[in-house]
């Protein structure tokens, strides 16, 4: 188990128990060191099998340090995160995203918001100062529930940022999945007048990642294109902090795109945004565009330091989750800060922004131009092989080699992972994931299909390298 991009993350198996306690202890000594000795702690989970019990321990946990665990039971990540923030609460959210099943993660967040990287690190050092001598478990405890508390607060949140009857007329589906969104969602896009049509629920869990939505999740959603005649289809990863958005055409809408929607939407003055989101994201749109590392906690860096500047801060990644840095005046009323990735927002400003100008999602995607992306990941790939793979390429000879079959080497950008601009003005981006065994590729092309191309080919040659 290891932090990475989001929250600390391992099998499911190693996770429960006395680990998640332990994580837990590690928590709450980090919160009193920096002065919230006791006091609520708002606790969510998705819907995958192990969340249940680890949420649980976590509690049992927080109980035994001295504060008051809130039982939000399942629930989006940033309703919890806003609920918490609002009552000046820290919280705790369970949740392995959009990993597979037999995986899963926690997340966690201080009375101001997501916790930065200090604060992983103090974490990591108590979870090894405390792991030969943590007692588990503790006596039970009891809890408040507070599920109905944190779902009404984000109720009244969402239900301002569109005018009454805003998306009246619109088609849309929502492939609810196995997403703790998937009712809620419904609910709110009928609130400002949407047909909305549910489609795609499972009562096993799917692990649905907006950054490399597999075949199989896409060549079902355009059958629900073209059966229902939607105007867009409307999801979300597990946890709800990611969205993912499917055009009239049945083709995703990336998500630095909806990022970029949504900044637009929020007038923003300065983007946030990390390295793989698409490089014609840029001072053109009317804003500055500052770039980080991928992972929230750095975004969240930038955001904080952006905000010295004044105006309104807008981040997001590329897997579409948006952080709002600063309030913003939204359809007359004040959107207060949730920094942290939210996938409610970006999907109604995606929507509102297609309604208001009257322009089909695909037609927005034509209005911008920007160079196409294309990403995919290679799964169970051995963190060991990821880490001496890219070992090797950062050697310049074995990276222009690495990429011959695509070219000359430009110029190579080392934010995160290896992100080389060729002469062509095609962008490879190989990059093996924080806190998973994956190994991903982003690429930049002329056209969709050349890519999709790149990112095969590149993955394909990253798979066999990693096998020598």
């Not at 009375?111 to 792991?131: F, M, N, R, W, Y």
Request: charged share 25%; proline share 5%.
């Amino acid at each position: 188990m290891k932090f990475g991009s989001s929250g600390v993350r391992g099998l499911a198996s190693e996770l429960a128990g006395r680990p998640s306690g332990l994580y837990t202890e590690g928590f709450a000594r980090r919160l009193r060191s920096t002065g919230f000795r006791q006091g609520e702690v708002f606790v969510g989970r998705d819907l995958r099998d192990s969340s249940q019990t680890i949420a649980e321990d976590c509690m049992a946990a927080l109980a035994a340090s001295g504060f008051l665990p809130v039982d939000c039971g399942p629930i989006p990540t940033p309703a919890l995160a806003f609920c918490a923030r609002l009552r000046g609460a820290a919280a705790l959210m369970v949740t392995g995203s959009h990993i597979p099943a037999d995986r899963n993660g926690i997340k966690f967040y201080g009375p101001k918001g997501e916790i930065d990287k200090a604060d992983e690190a103090a974490i990591t050092q108590a979870v090894a100062e405390l792991s030969d001598h943590y007692p588990w478990p503790p006596a039970h405890a009891d809890r408040q529930s507070g599920h109905e508390l944190a779902l009404a607060a984000f109720r009244d949140r969402v239900g301002g940022i569109l005018p009454p009857g805003a998306l009246s007329g619109m088609k849309l589906g929502v492939y609810q999945h196995s997403t703790v969104a998937g009712e809620l969602l419904v609910e709110v896009l009928r609130s400002f007048g949407a047909d909305v049509t549910p489609v795609g629920k499972t009562q096993v869990f799917v692990p649905v990642d907006t950054e490399a939505v597999g075949w199989k999740t896409m060549a079902k959603v355009k059958d629900w294109v073209r059966e229902f005649k939607f105007d867009a289809v409307l999801s979300a990863d597990a946890d709800a902090d990611r969205p993912l958005v499917i055009d009239e055409q049945g083709e995703l809408f990336r998500g630095d795109l909806i990022g970029l929607a949504t900044a637009l939407f929020l007038k923003a003055d300065i983007v946030v945004t990390p390295v793989t989101s698409n490089s014609g994201i840029s001072e053109a749109f009317g804003f500055s565009v500052r770039r980080t590392k991928v992972g929230s906690p750095f975004v969240i860096e930038g955001m904080d330091a952006a905000r010295q500047a004044g105006g309104i801060v807008v981040g997001f990644e590329a897997n579409g989750g948006v952080l709002l840095g600063s309030d913003c005046l939204v359809n007359g009323k004040t959107l207060s800060a949730l920094p942290t990735r939210d996938s409610f927002l970006p999907i109604l400003a995606v929507l509102g922004r297609s309604a208001s100008t009257g322009k089909s999602l695909s037609g927005l995607r034509e209005t911008w131009n920007l160079p196409v992306c294309a990403s995919e990941r290679l799964e169970n790939f051995p963190v060991e092989a990821s880490r001496g793979l890219m070992r090797k390429l950062a050697d310049r000879d074995a990276l222009r080699q690495f990429l011959a079959p695509f070219g000359t080497v430009a110029d190579v950008d080392e934010t995160d992972g290896l992100r080389a601009r060729m002469t062509s003005g095609e962008i490879i981006h190989l990059r093996p994931s924080g806190n998973a065994p994956e190994f991903r590729c982003y690429a930049e092309a002329e056209s969709a299909g050349r890519a999709e191309e790149i990112v095969a080919l590149a993955l394909k040659r990253a798979w066999d390298a990693g096998r020598e």
